[in-house]
Structure formats: structure tokens, C-alpha cells
């Protein structure tokens, strides 16, 4: 191996070049496929529920407010197996409400039922603890929430003038939890009537009953084992009143049909990585055949057969691939971690190197490699001995 | 025994007739035996030590190695027949940059199967003979001229080929070095091979058993070699069996493929 980095050293390079190109683009489509799927296993790991009409609620609901009532009313619809109230609440409301890849949001959870997501019972905890029942004033933070705002547990964070001490930190998950501010919900419905002027003139006036336990953005509701989930949701639909349902295949769809421009985008992508890439690589070890015609030349001279010829071709271009994919893999992930060490001063992680990224690009290189020294040998047998020498001189 | 017959060669000629760079060349080079080629540059002389060595096809004619018609043979068939009977020694050295001297020399063996430390000990013995022993673990850009082509013939004798083939073998050479591989070339003949040079300095032609002279693709006439043995040095003979340029030579070493 030696060897062939001394003999091919810029043959490598190039390829290295191309392979980091194909990589680099690569992780930050896997970053964003990352994102759609976890939102996608998300919606489609629970139904939910919001109030009808608009308010505060944003997340995945952008509803009105759940009161109590409604949640025991779809506790009692048949096929359901759990019934959350949540708050969630954009912690900065001047900004859109539009669901992005940077929003930050408090979600309060009710910690006193099971969360009834199948796709997420729990969240992973890096460092610390998840919430418990009782808490009040404890926060769990997603990892990019934390990060960009220098917190860890034993930190102090405050809301709306109220103090939270962090009491865990989550695992990146490279999806909407990472940007999460986790509370108690009791803790939350008072963010919200802080963050609410509107709420606050309703609740004073006395215009409304409104006690603590109605204030949900939402609710996340489960199913039983063997039941429809989107037949569930359609019942709750029908027997509850004053409730938008999310279908979990409709907002699926939907979660998809959103976010198509960016799937569209990263096929772009990552075509264009595959091509550009691609051809450098094909090209680049093309020519480091063609380089060698007169020296082929000599070794056909010297007797060897175009199947020696070409076996001993492929065996060194794909070394030479193999050395140029790994240094361009890890040209990427250079690259990758210095500008995401950068980027996560704002809570950002552009890249994710995956293992069937990684994998798939090695492979990649090296058939595309295999298959350009094999177009090139052709190439090179099909010339006389005498030929190769000349062309090569 | 080497023999040609009736090679004819024609290279395509931009908006013109063809070059017939051989036109119906004859030759016929027993074991023991040094031919020279003289001819001007163009005149088709390494055209026909390519198709000799079997670098190149003739449009027609034939080529024979021991009585077997190579020029039949299949691609993998004839590079085994250059692999193991034929020896190359080309005027621009041709040795492969990136392989030391030593290893340029063992190359001949490699794709003629032959491997081990005997054929290590037999390279280094003729690298030893022609004075470049010490530099075996040098590469080719750091030799000189003389050194390279020192080099170049050890591998184009390294499978003792029982024919060897030298185009312009002192062109790019002082005239010291052009002597010791001439000396050389004539050594291999006086072991046994057939040995054809092709050249356009008559010195080459010094001791040579036969000289033949390259005129447009023809072997049109020839010029007597050393002068103490005329009679090894036969003359073209234009009528012999209805072929003009067929000459045949001394039968010393008979018996090579």
C-alpha cells in the first residue's frame, strides 16, 4: 500500500477530493433525512389531538385550547389506550410559529400518565435526569437547545422571569426534541398564561371557566394493541366535540408533502454529488491508466497477457480508490466536524455521517474506480505493444 | 530460427495513399547469428523488428519462431511467446520509472513465470557483468543513459530468449556505452540467439553476420559485414524461390524455437 500512496500520491488526492465532495453533500442529506424521518416516526407513533379553532398551541396541532372535559371524553372513546395533555408553546412567540429546523419550543408534558407515542416512550437522556411527577421548576433540555444556550445540569434557565433549574439533558436526536425546553405541564400553563395577554384578560375577566387542568395545546393519545390507529382517530373525531384530529397517515402525508421540497432538494444534492464526485473519481483514474500506456506497453512487450495486464491494472486501482475513498471520507468528516463545532455555538449540526453513508461511498468508489480501470484497460489491450509504446512516449 | 516472409505493413497517410512501411520483406536469422538492419529514419526498419518481436501485426505475411507461425497465434498465446523467447532492447531504454533497476531486470521474469531466488541471483549476476550492481536499488532517473541501457539489455537477456531484438540500441548512448552493448549483442549471438539490430549507424553493423540495408519498406540490398568473414555476411539474393528480399543466413545455433 506503501507503495501505490508513493506511486499515486496526486492520483489519490484527486480522488480523495471527489470522494469528500460525494461524502460532505451526502451527510448533510443524511442531516435532513434524519430530521424527516424522526418527525415522520413521531406523528406516526401517536394520534393528535388540539382544540378546534387557533390559539397559542403550536407544535404539531396548531389548535386551540383541550379542556380537561375533552381529554376524559377521548380517554373514553374505544380503541384508545392513553390519553396525554401537553402545552407546547414556541419559547420565543414574536418569531413564526412555522415548524423549522431551529424553533424552540417548551413542551409540558403530563407526567403523571404514560406517554402513549410508540415510536418514542421515552426520550434518551445524555446526561442527567428525565422529569418526574412532582417536579415543578425542572427543565429537561434537548442537546442543541443546551448547547447553544451554555447550559448543562445544575443550570438555571428562566422563563418568562420564572427560574428552572436543568435537570437533564437529552441525546441528540437530530429532530425536533433536540431544540425542546421539557416541563412539567403545570409548569407550562403558566408560561402560557404568562406568553398570552389574551388568555390573561379571558381568565380575569371571568368571561370563561377556565380552570388549570384545560389549559393543553393538545393532547398526545394512544391505541390499543391491534387496533387502527387511523380508525381510532377517526372515532375520536366523531364522538368528541370541539376537537381537530390528526389522521397519523394524513399527517404523515402531509409532514411529507411539507417537507418535499427539501427531499427534492436533497436528491438534487446528492445527484449532483454522485455525478460531480463520480465523474472526478472515473476521470482521475482513467487518466492515471493512460498515464501508464507506455509502461504497458513495455510489460505486453515483455509478455504479459491483457489478462495480466488487466488484473494487475484493477488490483491497483482499486487500491488507489480504496486509499483515495478512505482519505476522502475522512476529508469529509474533517471538514464536517470542524464547520458543526462551529455551527453548534447557535445549537447547529449540518452533517451526519452515517454508517451507510460512509459505507455506501467506500463501495461507490471503488466500483465506479473498478469500472473506469476497467474501461481504461480495455482500452489500453486493444492497442498493439508497439502502439502503447509510441502513444505513451 | 527466426524468419519472416512476405511481411508487408501499410500505415494510413492523412488525405494520401498508405505508407507500405514493409513491402513484402523476407528475412530469415538462424541461432548464432547477428543481422543488422541499416536504413534511414522512415525507411521501415523498426516497423519490421516490431513485427518480428511480435509488438505489431503485418497486414500479411508471416512470422516464425522455430518453425511455429506465431504470427497466428492468439493475443495471450504471442505475449507468451515474447514472454519467453524473445528479448527486447529498445533505443529510449523503456524501463519502468517506478520500479527500481533490479526490479525492471526481474520484471522479464515475472510474465514469463519464472520466480524465486535463482532468478533473483541470475539478475543480479548480469546487473554484476555489466557494471551496475551497485546501482540495482536505484530507479531510472537516476542513472545515466548508459546505465539505463545497461540495465534494459540484463532484462532483455534475463530469460536467456533465443532471439533478441535491438532497435537503435546505441542511439541514445556515448560512444563507450554504444561499444559495450554492441559487444554485448554480439556476445548473445556467439551464445546461440538470434540476434537482429536495426539501425541507421553503420558501426552497428561491425561484426555483424549478415547486413541488410532498409529502403522504403523493402530490404533492397545489402552491405558486407566484418571484413575478416565474408563468408557469413550472404547477400541479399532478390531471385531466391520468386523472393526478392528473403536471405538466408549462416545455420550456426540451430536448433533455438
Known amino acids: ?288 491508466v493512460f498515464e501508464r500506456l507506455r509502461d504497458f506497453g513495455v510489460k505486453r512487450a515483455l509478455g504479459a497477457t491483457d489478462w495480466q495486464l488487466g488484473r494487475e491494472v484493477l488490483a491497483e486501482a482499486l487500491a488507489v480508490t480504496l486509499s483515495g475513498g478512505a482519505a476522502g471520507v475522512v476529508l469529509a468528516m474533517l471538514l464536517g466536524v470542524s464547520v458543526d463545532r462551529w455551527a453548534a455555538r447557535t445549537g447547529q449540526q449540518l452533517f451526519l455521517f452515517s454508517g451507510r453513508l460512509l459505507g455506501g461511498s467506500l463501495v461507490f468508489s471503488v466500483l465506479l474506480g473498478a469500472a473506469a480501470a476497467v474501461y481504461a484497460t480495455l482500452r489500453v489491450v486493444r492497442l498493439s505493444p508497439a502502439e502503447a509504446i509510441r502513444r505513451g512516449a | 530460427m527466426l524468419e519472416a516472409r512476405e511481411l508487408v505493413k501499410a500505415y494510413a497517410a492523412p488525405g494520401g495513399a498508405p505508407i507500405r512501411a514493409l513491402d513484402g520483406v523476407s528475412l530469415r536469422v538462424p541461432g548464432g547469428a547477428l543481422a543488422v538492419v541499416l536504413g534511414a529514419s522512415g525507411s521501415g526498419k523498426s516497423t519490421l523488428l516490431n513485427v518480428l518481436g511480435l509488438l505489431e501485426d503485418a497486414d500479411s505475411g508471416q512470422v516464425t519462431l522455430g518453425g511455429e507461425r506465431v504470427s497466428a497465434l492468439r493475443r495471450s498465446a504471442r505475449s507468451r511467446a515474447r514472454g519467453r523467447y524473445i528479448g527486447f532492447v529498445f533505443q529510449s531504454f523503456l524501463l519502468l520509472p517506478s520500479l527500481t533497476a533490479l526490479d525492471n531486470v526481474l520484471l522479464a521474469a515475472r510474465y514469463a513465470g519464472r520466480a524465486g531466488a535463482d532468478v533473483r541471483r541470475r539478475a543480479r549476476e548480469l546487473l554484476a557483468q555489466f557494471g551496475v550492481l551497485e546501482r540495482q536499488d536505484h530507479y531510472p532517473p537516476q542513472l545515466s543513459g548508459g546505465e539505463q541501457q545497461r540495465v534494459a539489455f540484463c532484462r532483455a537477456v534475463l530469460n536467456d530468449p533465443p532471439v533478441l531484438l535491438a532497435d537503435e540500441p546505441t542511439g541514445n548512448l556515448d560512444d563507450a556505452n554504444g561499444r559495450v552493448i554492441l559487444e554485448a549483442l554480439r556476445a548473445r549471438a556467439r551464445a546461440g540467439a538470434a540476434v537482429v539490430v536495426v539501425s541507421h549507424h553503420a558501426e552497428a553493423a561491425t561484426g555483424a553476420d549478415a547486413v541488410y540495408r532498409m529502403r522504403d519498406g523493402r530490404l533492397e540490398s545489402t552491405t558486407g559485414g566484418e571484413e575478416g568473414n565474408p563468408s557469413r555476411v550472404p547477400l541479399p539474393n532478390r531471385g531466391e524461390e520468386g523472393n526478392p528480399s528473403r536471405v538466408p543466413l549462416s545455420n550456426r545455433g540451430e536448433g533455438h524455437p
Open chain 1, 1 to 288: 500500500m506503501g507503495r501505490i500512496t508513493r506511486r499515486y500520491g496526486f492520483t489519490i488526492a484527486g480522488i480523495a477530493i471527489g470522494v469528500a465532495g460525494i461524502v460532505a453533500l451526502g451527510a448533510m442529506g443524511e442531516r435532513i433525512v434524519r430530521f424527516i424521518e424522526g418527525g415522520d416516526r413521531f406523528v406516526l407513533g401517536q394520534i393528535s389531538v388540539a382544540g378546534k379553532g387557533m390559539g397559542m398551541g403550536t407544535g404539531f396541532t396548531a389548535g386551540g385550547m383541550l379542556p380537561a372535559s375533552a381529554l376524559r371524553a377521548i380517554a373514553a372513546v374505544p380503541g384508545v389506550s392513553g390519553v396525554q395533555g401537553q402545552v407546547m408553546l414556541p419559547l420565543n412567540p414574536s418569531t413564526s410559529q412555522f415548524m423549522t429546523l431551529t424553533q424552540e419550543l417548551i413542551f409540558g408534558v403530563d407526567i403523571s400518565v404514560p406517554t402513549p407515542n410508540r415510536a418514542f416512550p421515552t426520550l434518551p437522556v445524555r446526561e442527567g435526569r428525565t422529569l418526574r411527577p412532582g417536579d415543578r421548576g425542572a427543565a429537561v433540555l434537548g442537546a442543541s437547545f443546551a448547547t447553544s444556550h451554555g447550559l448543562a445540569v445544575g443550570s438555571t434557565l428562566t422563563l418568562e422571569g420564572e427560574p428552572f433549574q436543568v435537570v437533564g439533558v437529552l441525546e441528540r436526536t437530530l429532530t425536533a426534541p433536540d431544540r425542546f425546553v421539557m416541563v412539567p405541564i403545570e409548569d407550562a400553563r403558566r408560561q402560557w398564561v404568562a406568553k398570552d395577554r389574551m388568555l390573561r384578560t379571558i381568565i380575569a375577566s371571568g368571561a370563561a371557566a377556565v380552570n388549570a387542568a384545560d389549559l393543553n395545546t393538545g393532547a398526545a393519545v394512544g391505541w390499543n394493541d391491534g387496533e387502527d390507529p387511523d380508525a381510532v382517530a377517526r372515532r375520536i373525531a366523531e364522538r368528541v366535540e370541539g376537537v381537530n384530529v390528526q389522521i397519523p397517515s394524513e399527517l404523515s402525508a402531509l409532514l411529507r408533502s411539507s417537507t418535499a421540497f427539501f427531499s427534492a432538494l436533497l436528491g438534487g444534492i446528492a445527484a449532483l454529488a454522485f455525478v460531480i464526485g463520480g465523474l472526478s473519481l472515473a476521470n482521475t483514474v482513467a487518466a492515471a
